[in-house]
T-cell receptor, first 113, second 112 residues
Framework: DAGVTQSPTHLIKTRGQHVTLRCSPISGHKSVSWYQQVLGQGPQFIFQYYEKEERGRGNFPDRFSARQFPNYSSELNVNALLLGDSALYLC????????????FGPGTRLLVL | AQTVTQSQPEMSVQEAETVTLSCTYDTSESDYYLFWYKQPPSRQMILVIRQEAYKQQNATENRFSVNFQKAAKSFSLKISDSQLGDAAMYFCAYRPAQKLVFGQGTRLTINP
């Protein structure tokens, strides 16, 4: 079975631009979570979606938004990019929204110049 | 506040020996899960081991085992018979509900 997939793998943007990152969960998983990992730090929680509804949000500005589609794939959108948004963006899927193991994708490396 | 602390930024061990990575966490929840994830240079986060807080028995996965002390809010990872492929960043994580809360990580080096 395929694991969590993310696209693109790498991305370079300039300040002020918009970016969309995509994630496909493990087959049968209905929950997708997004994390931001700045170099040298642990991942920070951005969003959780379950059954196409937002179920949790971390301490990130409104420039960050996400959605989940009927096939349970998800998009993370970031508007008005700042240099500080440069990071590895990780997507994780789990079967449900509760106390379950999250499995991570390979991540998207975003560089903002 | 829910926080996870890994007090060892770096650790090193000789190949075939045993190493223990430390983790403490702060929570007022009674029901939660704890995890150790491994992040090699490829940066894919890989699950190593999971511990449910309601279980008293420590989890074990092959060469990996944990020492879970719920009252002390401590969750250490022991790696036995260390192998070169174990070299990576190791993150301790706590999950009370929707999200995972990660520590800062411990970089493990394996010396041949």
């Amino acid at each position: 079975d395929a694991g969590v997939t993310q696209s693109p793998t790498h991305l370079i943007k300039t300040r002020g631009q918009h970016v969309t990152l995509r994630c496909s969960p493990i087959s049968g998983h209905k929950s997708v979570s997004w994390y931001q990992q700045v170099l040298g730090q642990g991942p920070q929680f951005i969003f959780q979606y379950y059954e196409k509804e937002e179920r949790g949000r971390g301490n990130f500005p409104d420039r960050f938004s996400a959605r989940q589609f009927p096939n349970y794939s998800s998009e993370l959108n970031v508007n008005a990019l700042l240099l500080g948004d440069s990071a590895l963006y990780l997507c994780a899927s789990s079967a449900g929204q509760g106390l379950e193991t999250q499995y991570f994708g390979p991540g998207t490396r975003l560089l903002v110049l | 506040a829910q926080t996870v602390t890994q007090s060892q930024p770096e650790m090193s061990v000789q190949e075939a020996e045993t190493v223990t990575l430390s983790c403490t966490y702060d929570t007022s929840e009674s029901d939660y899960y704890l995890f150790w994830y491994k992040q090699p240079p490829s940066r894919q986060m890989i699950l190593v081991i999971r511990q449910e807080a309601y279980k008293q028995q420590n989890a074990t996965e092959n060469r990996f085992s944990v020492n879970f002390q719920k009252a002390a809010k401590s969750f250490s990872l022991k790696i036995s018979d260390s192998q070169l492929g174990d070299a990576a960043m190791y993150f301790c994580a706590y999950r009370p509900a929707q999200k995972l809360v990660f520590g800062q990580g411990t970089r493990l080096t394996i010396n041949p």
